[in-house]
């Protein structure tokens, strides 16, 4: 649970920009499955959880491979210390209102119990001030207006000029004269 977490946090965290990653990281699923599969091999071979070694393993080597910002990798790392450690068995409040579900779920009632109980997005939750949600909305109405300005009708001036309509109709006329006469297929 935790590492998928973890996974989930690092890559919803970019949206908000140089408050979220000082660089923009290439993190996918495959980063998530090979830690999942590292834990399985660890956890079948050792009786006491080495949470120090899957730390290291996951921050320094299989995320911490993509992150060449110091202070990036601080932040993995301390999102690492903050789910990786003992009460993660025994289940504690992972971010403000919302506790790691119990130890003893199977997955599908994990999956339940995450959509039942996880709060709404929250800055919270990536460990940011709640402010830091001001500046992605504001790049989100940025880039929605600047979306509608663009499917907006352009016009050069005073409506002297021919239409959209009308200088498409004249390149599509300047194409048709360029292309040859339609090959009778039964002469070729």
């Known amino acids: 649970f935790a ?3 973890f996974h989930a946090v690092i890559l919803e965290r970019k949206k908000f920009g140089p408050q979220g990653w000082n660089r923009s990281y290439p993190f996918n699923v495959g980063d998530l499955q090979s830690c999942a ?3 399985m091999n660890y956890l079948e071979t050792n009786p006491k959880v080495p949470w120090d070694d899957l730390k290291y393993i996951f921050g320094e080597i299989m995320y911490g491979g993509h992150i060449t910002d110091h202070f990036d990798r ?3 790392m301390a999102y690492l210390d903050n789910y990786l450690h003992d009460e993660l068995l025994d289940g504690f ?3 403000p ?3 790691t579900p119990a130890n003893t779920l199977s997955c599908r009632d994990v999956l339940d119990y995450i959509e039942a109980s996880m709060p709404q997005e929250t800055p ?3 460990g940011l001030h709640s402010n830091a949600e001001i500046g992605f909305r504001m790049k989100q109405a940025d880039i929605m207006f600047l979306n509608i300005r663009e499917l907006q009708p ?3 001036g005073g409506g002297s000029g021919p239409s959209i309509v009308d200088r498409a109709r004249r390149i599509l006329d300047e194409i048709f004269e360029k292309m040859p006469e339609q090959l ?3 002469e070729v």
Request: aromatic share 12%; proline share 4%.
């Open 3 to 5: 590492t998928s977490l």
């Open 37 to 39: 599969q590292v834990a």
């Open 74 to 76: 601080v932040l993995a």
């Open 93 to 95: 409040n992972i971010f």
């Open 97 to 99: 209102g919302f506790p």
């Open 124 to 126: 919270v939750a990536f």
């Open 154 to 156: 352009r016009s050069a």
């Open 184 to 186: 009778d297929l039964a």
